[in-house]
């Protein structure tokens, strides 16, 4: 019941997979798009080969067709694979030369596998015709078969298991790094699988069986080779696929975080900029589409605009005002970031004032806010503190009445 269920599901989950990866194809800042999809697609193919239902449906064209078709789309898995990897590796374009020869491999092993089937008649094709413990008779061409098989799969792992290993020692991104090591992790249960093939193959051919190939599978342990046939394979499917997609979608939700960041951030500093650049409407950027622009542009924009306008009232910066604001922050036990934020706030509120009501400057300016300078060209962390600043500024900003432009130098 259990295997029933896990094989229905595999194949559907493949599909589904490969149909969301073959969208972003030819998209922007999608790597591997479509090895990613040939692989998924094939995984799926290949899986569906354990499910009754499809099986059955496979069979009905021609006896044992599903097991043509399961074998060849795991050959393709295993090369969509290596070709993702060797782009992953690839430092030029004369190292991605490499899958011209590999596509054509593949080609040709599964031309043979194909030509090795449809030579062996219906009647002979993975028949099991001797007592139990004798390897049954194999025509020649199913022995090719085998052969081609297992020498393409073998070839492919290693060189997938190879291309993991050189990659994920020198990757210094975790996520992708825990992503090749759990692509490793599926080669190795892939190589488990090849020596069980190769077993079975040399048993047969020594004209004896070990392990008893006339018993369906139970469950996804028993009989004893369906671990290594069924099960295996499956677990390898399973970890190349998360290991492969981990990386991206990793990098798809910090993606999806640093948007959700850029918009609330420029949605919190919206009143702070509104009342600098209705004070000082020359600190605007040229202009361009903001509602359509990119959410990075506009904070950035946004951000820059509100220096500007704090640069504006550097003059007319209180001391006085700002010692006051931090002795009483300081004796109501305020965090040091609190006190620093709402001081500047109140600083900020304070110039604005003596600039509308047309005070002189301040002949001893008070002094930039503590971390000014090391947060310069820092777009998160000038962001954050404005945002910390916008809290307590907004809140205790009048409106202003009248538009006033830059004080001269």
Known sequence: M????????FPLAFFIGALYWARGWRAA????????????TAFGISFSAYNNGLRHVEDSIRPLLSHLLSN??????????SVFLLDLNAKSNKDRQGVRPRVILLAAAVAVMFAMYALTPSS?????????GVAPSQPLTLTVYALVYIVYLGFAVLDCLRQTWRKARGEERQSLRIGLRTVAAGCFLALVYVAFKVFTITTVLAGTVVVARDQKCTSLLTPADCAFTVTTPALSALLVTIGLTMPVVTWKVRQMQRLRWERKATEDILPLWTVFTEAFPEIVLRHVDVE???????????????????LCVRAYRSRLVQDRATQILTAQGHSPEAIEARVE?????????????GQD??????????G????????????????????????NTPKPTVTVGAPEA
């Open 361 to 370: 400057r301040e002949e001893d300016p008070a002094p930039a806010a503590p």
């Open 372 to 395: 000014t300078h090391a947060r310069d060209g820092d777009l998160r962390a000038e962001a954050e503190w404005l945002r910390s600043v916008a809290k307590t500024f907004v809140a």
């Open 2 to 9: 259990i295997s029933t269920i896990v094989f229905t599901a």
């Open 29 to 40: 800042g999608t790597p591997g798009a479509w090895p990613v999809t040939a692989m998924l």
């Open 124 to 132: 002979k094709l993975w028949v099991e015709d001797a007592p139990h």
């Open 72 to 81: 060849s789309a795991t050959l393709a898995a295993a090369a969509s694979v």
């Open 345 to 357: 706030a109140a600083v900020l509120v304070d110039a604005l004032r003596a600039i509308r009501e």
């Open 292 to 310: 359509n622009a990119v959410s990075d542009l506009t904070l950035h924009r946004r951000v820059i605009e509100v220096l500007d306008g704090i």
